[in-house]
């Protein structure tokens, strides 16, 4: 005979993790994506209102045999920091999205701010 298994949280645990989901609300994450096939291009656009375009060929987790079904079955991770391709398995962070339509260099200068900040 099979038990079921109770998880049991306390007030403080419950409390500790509804601020970190608070925090994390207010960090910029995405809140849309769409690929466009005419472009081909991945448009994702962020809670701050701004937003960015990444070309499907800088993707180099997704497939060259990728059908456009496969590329348009994206979908966004519910806390918006992540990517995911339920047909290709793999995923990208938005982060790294970030990066690769800047550009390498700006990237890197990106990085260095940030790392200096924290």
């Given at each position: 005979?099979?038990?079921?298994?109770?998880?049991?949280?306390?007030?403080?645990?419950?409390k500790?993790?509804?601020?970190?989901?608070?925090?994390?609300?207010?960090?910029?994450?995405?809140?849309?994506?769409?690929?466009?096939?005419?472009?081909?291009?991945?448009e994702?656009?962020?809670?701050?209102?701004?937003?960015?375009?990444?070309?499907?060929?800088?993707?180099?987790?997704?497939?060259?045999?990728?059908?456009?079904?496969?590329?348009?079955?994206?979908?966004?991770?519910?806390?918006?920091?992540?990517?995911?391709?339920?047909?290709?398995?793999?995923?990208?962070?938005?982060?790294?999205?970030?990066?690769?339509?800047?550009?390498?260099?700006?990237?890197?200068?990106?990085?260095?701010?940030r790392?200096?900040?924290?």
């Amino acid at each position: 005979m099979k038990t079921s298994a109770r998880i049991r949280a306390t007030d403080a645990q419950i409390k500790a993790l509804a601020a970190k989901g608070e925090a994390a609300a207010k960090e910029p994450h995405a809140t849309a994506v769409r690929f466009n096939s005419d472009r081909g291009r991945y448009e994702i656009e962020l809670s701050t209102g701004g937003a960015f375009a990444v070309p499907r060929s800088a993707l180099k987790a997704l497939p060259a045999s990728a059908s456009r079904e496969a590329l348009r079955g994206v979908r966004l991770m519910p806390a918006g920091f992540s990517l995911w391709w339920d047909a290709l398995d793999t995923g990208y962070h938005i982060e790294d999205l970030e990066a690769l339509a800047l550009g390498a260099a700006a990237a890197a200068r990106m990085l260095g701010r940030r790392g200096g900040r924290q």
